[in-house]
């Protein structure tokens, strides 16, 4: 049984992360200070998440006050991150940053489950041994998630009561699950009642450890299998249908990364052999050319960034790339020394490698690693160097993926544009008109000045406009970042008009056709949405078709089939 603190000290700090969650949720929820800030909001909302949650894992009567220290020192850490991280954020009324955020969870969090595993060990004043690492990495994970599906169950089981009770009209329960103020703290409650349960039964959770990693055990030779065979008919086959994938490299980083995770988990620095010796020997040949992988890898990722430039997801490709070589490399030169013995290097070489990809979760989120700026300078500095056509600049992509960085470097870049991109500069400017404030309307007669009409305006029944603006106008619509056209054409040859809008985006174009129901209503349905980023090939340019009347109908290739009253349509490819 795990040592823990007294329950009722566990619970309280779990009802005061609820409540201070609350908090930020409610000034979240009614853009009041510090959600109205990122460079505040980020920090505040990380120590609040995961600061508790590491301290309930870890502390003991023992070690509370050491593994306190270390928790201020990992804070003051998070802290910078996520300021920094709130930084990139700003001006908030035209940045997108829902990817950055959605990056700075992801990591913070691995970032803190690796971190806390150094932190018990130096609060219990034990030494970093690789055996000691790897039995609380398994420990806090099974603690987290069956903490997690506890807590799923447990929220899923007051909203079965909340909806019974519903049923016979007693409505106290729905209405008070769907109150913040409620929720979150006894969400946080429930998180930590269960890592109470499942810290005192930590005997329980190492058994199911040792049954995933038995499981483990089946199943990495016939990995090594599978990699040692893929390498052996690469040559024969060529590296271009690899290519030709569009996802060659990650395959063979999920490749490596896999190896190298079942490896570690099989023989957890052991000095006995899990397996007989001929195995045993298979598997480390098979460890022994993952560096030939890291090879192969490194050459698509030039290919990719020599052929497109640096975007985040290359960044993060070359980042992983570096950190697997290095195991790889790692193991490879243990393997040459000490043959079947090399497992006594396996832990040296995983303690301090578990410190270099702490310290790479922690720099993605600083200017040390600054993915987005990265990938924006590339793409201007490519088509500065008449590397890429100004056509293929994929603003869209700036916008949604590049934060302040991609910005910047927009702006910037506009500023050098001469009066024969006047098109690009006015797509630039419409790409980051700031968001709608809280509360503020859009009204029809401003929404109107944005539709376009053919053949003619007054075809259209007003009637129409008016449900084309109630249904685009909804919390998320940003005006002038669209453009509406609303078209009149005989479709069926009925000689009568069909009504059609198209919504023009930067990275998509919506065709709907309006009809009206049984209630004399207009309503629209879905004709086609069609994709195209900065790099396309076939580009909708709406407004010049409009302009030269280049609109009209074709006959379909394929007539439809009808089965009795069930009609199909027949594709034409």
């Not at 870890?58 to 998070?78: E, V, Y």
């Not at 029944?461 to 669209?482: C, D, E, H, I, M």
């Not at 076939?538 to 439809?560: A, C």
Request: proline share 3%.
């Amino acid at each position: 049984m795990d040592k823990q603190l007294p329950k009722a000290i566990t619970l309280s700090i779990a009802l005061l992360q609820g409540i201070i969650l609350w908090l930020l949720y409610y000034s979240f929820e009614q853009q009041v200070f510090p959600a109205t800030d990122p460079v505040w909001f980020n920090p505040l909302v990380s120590i609040s998440a995961v600061i508790p949650v590491l301290f309930l894992v870890a502390a003991t009567p023992q070690n509370w006050q050491r593994l306190t220290k270390f928790l201020i020192g990992f804070s003051a850490i998070l802290i910078m991150t996520s300021a920094f991280v709130g930084t990139q954020q700003k001006p908030i009324e035209i940045i997108e940053s829902a990817g950055l955020v959605f990056i700075l969870a992801i990591t913070t969090g691995i970032a803190s489950f690796k971190a806390v595993m150094y932190g018990q060990l130096w609060s219990e004043k034990s030494d970093f041994s690789y055996h000691k690492l790897f039995d609380l990495s398994w420990r806090n994970f099974l603690i987290g998630v069956e903490s997690a599906l506890f807590t799923g169950i447990f929220y899923g089981i007051l909203g079965l009561g909340a909806a019974l009770f519903h049923v016979i009209g007693i409505d106290v329960f729905s209405e008070l699950l769907e109150k913040a103020w409620f929720n979150i703290p006894v969400i946080c409650m429930a998180f930590g009642f269960a890592i109470i349960t499942f810290r005192r039964i930590s005997k329980t959770v190492d058994i199911v450890a040792n049954i995933l990693q038995t499981l483990i055990k089946f199943l990495l030779p016939m990995l090594a299998v599978v990699a040692l065979v893929f390498l052996i008919t690469l040559p024969f086959t060529g590296l271009e249908k690899l290519w030709d994938t569009g996802r060659g490299s990650t395959l063979l980083l999920i490749m490596q990364a896999v190896t190298l995770f079942f490896v570690n988990a099989v023989y957890q620095n052991r000095k006995q052999h899990p397996y007989p010796l001929f195995w045993h020997r298979f598997i480390y040949i098979s460890v022994a050319v993952l560096p030939i992988y890291s090879m192969i890898i490194a050459y698509g990722l030039w290919l990719r960034i020599d052929q497109y430039g640096w975007s985040v997801g290359r960044c993060w490709g070359v980042v992983i790339w570096a950190l697997l070589a290095s195991f790889c490399l790692g193991y490879l030169q243990g393997i040459v020394r000490k043959k079947d013995d090399w497992l006594q290097s396996l832990g040296w070489i995983n303690v301090r490698m578990g410190i270099v990809i702490l310290f790479v979760l922690l720099a993605v989120n600083t200017p040390i690693l600054n993915f987005q700026k990265i990938a924006a300078n590339s793409q201007i500095s490519r088509i500065s160097a008449n590397q890429s056509d100004i056509e293929n600049l994929d603003t869209y992509y700036f916008k949604w993926n590049l934060a302040r960085p991609g910005y910047l470097a927009l702006q910037e870049f506009k500023s050098n544009l001469d009066d024969s991109q006047n098109e690009l500069v006015a797509k630039i400017n419409k790409l980051y008109l700031p968001k709608r404030k809280e509360g503020e309307q859009i009204t029809q007669e401003q929404f109107v000045k944005h539709l376009h009409y053919w053949p003619a305006k007054d075809i259209f029944p007003a009637a129409l406009s008016t449900s084309l603006y109630k249904q685009q106008t909804n919390r998320w619509f940003v005006l002038g970042q669209q453009e509406y056209y609303l078209l009149a054409i005989d479709l069926n040859k009925d000689k009568q008009k069909e009504f059609l809008s198209v919504k023009e985006e930067t990275e998509v174009i919506e065709v709907r056709i309006w009809r009206k129901n049984n209630e004399n209503e207009w309503i629209s349905a879905v004709v086609d949405r069609i994709y195209q980023s900065g790099n396309s090939q076939d580009k909708v340019d709406i407004k010049s078709i409009i302009t030269e009347n280049n609109l009209g109908v074709t006959e379909p290739e394929w007539q439809d089939l009808m089965l009795g009253n069930v009609r199909m349509q027949i594709p034409n490819k």
